[in-house]
């Protein structure tokens, strides 16, 4: 990225504040980007967690595969699912506070009787698939905000400061340069006028 400025004190001035401006905010992004890249850790070791106990049920739930045919599907559904919003180091993310399922009444005596067992592990895939869901949502908007926040990182590291950096030092010798010449100037036109002062008194 080029930078653009002018050889003059006021460009000067300006580069010196974007750059105090960049240099100022480099360490929260830093460590923005380090609680980040935490928090996607987090999520995908809790996606991962999610995901072992939800086929450990599916296990329980085919090992009565040969039941499910007897069982009326219109006895649970979801009714409702809360998800809550939270903030972690500026993002925005998911999480689930309650699903809320509605449970049709069944006579106990003429039901089999594994049918309360069939309801409640059919309430625990449904939360925990829900679970693992919003945790791999959760995961994405991390991770997608923490490449976000690497690539500003990244930019103000390797781009912008090196930039500002040596756009001031071509600013200082420029006026230094100019500054030399124009004290060089200064002393051949004082040895002149000397010189003709002293040649006007001969």
Same mark, same amino acid.
């Given at each position: 990225?080029?930078?653009?400025?002018?050889?003059?004190?006021?460009?000067?001035?300006?580069?010196? =504040?974007?750059? *105090?401006?960049?240099?100022?905010?480099?360490?929260?992004?830093?460590? =923005?980007?380090?609680?980040?890249?935490?928090?996607? =850790? *987090?999520?995908?070791?809790?996606? /991962?967690?999610?995901?072992?106990?939800?086929?450990?049920?599916?296990?329980?739930?085919?090992?009565?595969?040969?039941?499910?045919?007897?069982?009326?599907?219109?006895?649970?559904?979801?009714?409702?699912?809360?998800?809550?919003?939270?903030?972690? /180091?500026?993002?925005?993310?998911?999480?689930?506070?309650?699903?809320?399922?509605?449970? =049709?009444?069944?006579?106990?005596?003429?039901?089999?009787?594994?049918?309360?067992?069939?309801?409640?592990?059919?309430?625990?895939?449904?939360?925990?698939?829900?679970?693992?869901?919003?945790?791999?949502?959760?995961?994405?908007?991390?991770?997608?905000?923490?490449?976000?926040?690497?690539? *500003?990182?990244?930019?103000?590291?390797?781009?912008?400061?090196?930039?500002?950096?040596?756009?001031?030092?071509?600013?200082?010798?420029?006026?230094?340069?100019?500054?030399?010449?124009?004290?060089?100037?200064?002393?051949?036109?004082?040895?002149?006028?000397?010189?003709?002062?002293?040649?006007?008194?001969?």
């Amino acid at each position: 990225m080029a930078i653009k400025f002018q050889y003059n004190k006021t460009s000067l001035g300006e580069l010196g =504040k974007q750059l *105090k401006m960049r240099q100022k905010a480099l360490p929260t992004i830093k460590s =923005k980007e380090s609680a980040l890249r935490s928090e996607v =850790k *987090k999520a995908k070791d809790s996606a /991962a967690d999610y995901r072992r106990r939800l086929e450990a049920l599916k296990g329980e739930y085919d090992y009565m595969v040969s039941l499910w045919g007897e069982f009326d599907s219109d006895l649970l559904r979801i009714s409702d699912v809360d998800l809550g919003v939270r903030k972690i /180091a500026g993002v925005r993310i998911p999480e689930l506070e309650d699903v809320r399922f509605e449970e =049709k009444s069944y006579d106990l005596f003429s039901s089999p009787a594994w049918f309360a067992d069939g309801i409640d592990i059919l309430k625990r895939l449904a939360r925990l698939g829900l679970e693992f869901e919003v945790y791999n949502r959760r995961m994405e908007l991390l991770d997608f905000a923490r490449r976000k926040t690497t690539q *500003k990182v990244n930019l103000y590291e390797k781009v912008q400061i090196p930039g500002y950096e040596d756009a001031i030092r071509k600013i200082k010798r420029f006026m230094e340069d100019e500054e030399n010449l124009s004290k060089s100037a200064q002393k051949i036109v004082k040895t002149k006028q000397q010189a003709a002062g002293e040649g006007a008194m001969l």
